[in-house]
């Protein structure tokens, strides 16, 4: 099942609440938010105060992705201001497993992220417990960066391993994602797409949104 999940880190934060109106209305499936913490990455973004206040905009689901030295800090704050499914990086997490499972055991859905120099092998004892794997398609930071073309062998890889393990877990693709290489990343094996400047940028967010859609359709 396709979905495309808008990254709210392009939208205009004078009018958060008016942009977020404005992707549910052409048809977004989920609400990208990006949480960084000037350390992980290189950019400062947004805490739980945000995500609760945009929370009473919108039924959609939050999509929380934490790019965070000590996630674990904060992620029951994130989980109580209405997160429906947090992104975990691994690189961040010595205790990985325990990780995920405390977000399960809060009732929220759970996926691990992975820097692009991030080997999915990684994943191999933890897998069945998730339900989305974030394949970082750049360097995580910034929006508007270039997709890294290596990163569809991984996600080949990956969706190979989740079908021959009989898994139902999504593949979820973040950045860079854009009409011209949608269709070759949903080959590949993804199924979320998150897009931030291919979508916030345009000034039609229905027709970009459809755009993206059809070709991660075909
Ligand atoms: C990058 C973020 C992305 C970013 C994507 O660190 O995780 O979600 O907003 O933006 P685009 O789609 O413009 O690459
Ligand atoms: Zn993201």
Redesign the pocket.
Known sequence: MIKIAP????ADFSKLGEEIGSIERAGADWV?I?V?DGHY?P?LTLGPVVVESIRKVTQLPFDV?L?MDNPMDFVDDFIDAGADIISLHAEVLPHLHRAVMHVKDRGCKVAVALNPSTPIEILKHILEELDMVLI??????????S?INSMLDKVKHLRRIIDDRGLDIDIQV?????PKNIKEVSAAGANIF????????EDDRKLALETLRSRASL
């Open positions: 990254s709210i880190l392009s990208h990006d960084m990455v950019n992705h790019m970082m398609t750049v360097n995580p930071g910034f929006g508007g960066q997709f973040d950045g860079g994602i854009a998150v897009a931030g400047s291919s979508i916030f940028n």
